[in-house]
């Protein structure tokens, strides 16, 4: 979260009165985003406290500089002489968020948004709001719930190959009458919900669920519905966050379920700095297919580590970079190694703001996968790589509904034809978000 913007939006409210030089270079280095040095020099006026130039513009630089105490003081002694200035109000419920203390940090944002002030420092407020809202987690029980609908285009509703004919690697030609590449256009729904209650300082209990559905137009058959529950404890100990999950999911095709998975997660977030965040992660599960077709011969146990790294950027489109690679092991269960597999692989992603209430976001991934034994179908041990890319983009109505396009590709290729394929899909949707 960028903190200068808002001041940035507002300083220009300020009442117009005879400003006292030291307070005029005070809001100078301010302007050239020297918020420390300003902050020293204003440490050289002791007697100009009380000034309300000079407390207003030492007030924001002490707490741009780490020093949100003597800042939410001076703004204090602003704001009793102005009490409707809001851009005075803005700065004073930032400090108080610097500060932790959460109640009057909304209260201060609450008067603010009253005043009905531009949409930038509206949207930058909700940022406030939402990262209040997480942190009272920590001490109170907190819920969130969202739904979402849309229609979108899949270029593979079926992710099957382009070809109806295809060479196996002992150079014959398997025909395929079903399962070819089709596209078709589709309508979606989904929801979830969330809530965090917590039992100790810096211990909580956590519960989660989502479902969405995709319904082909014509290609039915290749329906998909999921459905997602996990809950778990977490513990913040200093910078580090623990937390212990168990997972349960279902993948649901032709109105049967086609596949469940059941485990847990072990994770844990170091954080570095205000800006960097550290994780790691072990993941132990079971996947079990149905036995429609013989599937249940493709059931394994899942061993997975990952490791992550997310950074935020200052700046005034407030970059986060998010960086993440994993390793795993799906151990064949049912007399069936062609269906165990290694793999390994990465995602890299970035999101922005480019523009008050629009929110973009993008990622590419690549995964690798080498299977255990001979395939029935090509001869040969199986050897997949998966490219994926996705790209997000979020305009804001209001603090609870949004319009969202969304864009996602995925490419798989081997050395056995038979499970290669591309697929493009285009969505657009309407979210509903209670926070």
Known sequence: MHLR????????ALPLFAAAAPADDVKSLLDQGKSAEAYALGKRYPEELGNPAFDFYYGVAAIDSGHAGEGVLALERYVANFPENSAARLELARGYFVLGDDARAREEFENVLNSNPPPNVQANIQRF?????????????????????????????SYGPASSNILLPNGSVLPLATGTKTGDSFGYFGVGGQVTHPVAPGVALFAAGNA?????????IYDIQNVNLAGGISFLREKNLYRLTALYGETIVQNDWLRKLSGGTAEVQHQLDELNILTAGVTLADIRYST???????????T??????RRAFVGDWQPLLTLAANYGSEHDVSGFPEFGRKLWGGRAGVAITPAPRWSLSGAALYQQSRYDGVDTVGGIPRRDKYYGAEAIAS????????????????????????????????MLKLRYEYK
């Open 292 to 302: 429609n077709n013989n599937n249940q011969n493709r059931n394994v146990d899942l």
């Open 395 to 426: 305009y804001g109505l209001d603090r609870n509904w949004s319009v969202r396009a969304e864009y996602t590709y995925a490419k798989n290729t081997g050395n056995i034809a038979l499970y290669e394929y591309d697929r493009h899909v285009v």
């Open 129 to 157: 709001r939402d990262a209040i809202r997480a942190r009272e987690s920590q001490y109170r029980t907190t819920a969130g719930f969202y739904a979402e609908a849309g229609v979108g285009y899949d270029t593979n509703a």
């Open 212 to 220: 969405d559905s995709k319904n082909n137009a014509t290609k039915t």
């Open 5 to 12: 913007s808002i001041a940035v939006a507002l300083v220009c």
């Open 304 to 309: 997975a580590l990952s490791v992550g790294w």
